[in-house]
């Protein structure tokens, strides 16, 4: 499914990009090389990053002791 229209980002995309260090919109389009076009999808994505962002951690215990 598609978070970004405009850019033609699909969820999985923004998984990735999130596991490569995205931590906010912007991230994850330069990890792209892309940029916002509309911005309507700014929330949904924030929304994507934080779940596998928790995700991620939820993984991986050890590394959330470390921070
Ligand atoms: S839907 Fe992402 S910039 Fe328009």
């Known amino acids: 499914?598609?978070?970004?229209?405009?850019?033609?980002?699909?969820?999985?995309?923004?998984?990735?990009?999130?596991?490569?260090?995205?931590?906010?919109p912007v991230d994850v389009f330069r990890a792209y090389g892309k940029s916002p076009q509309c911005g309507s999808c700014a929330c949904d994505m924030r929304e994507r990053i934080a779940e596998t962002t928790a995700r991620e951690r939820a993984e991986q215990p050890a590394l959330m002791a470390a921070d």
């Open 1 to 24: 499914m598609y978070i970004c229209i405009c850019r033609a980002i699909r969820e999985r995309e923004v998984d990735a990009a999130v596991r490569a260090g995205a931590r906010r």
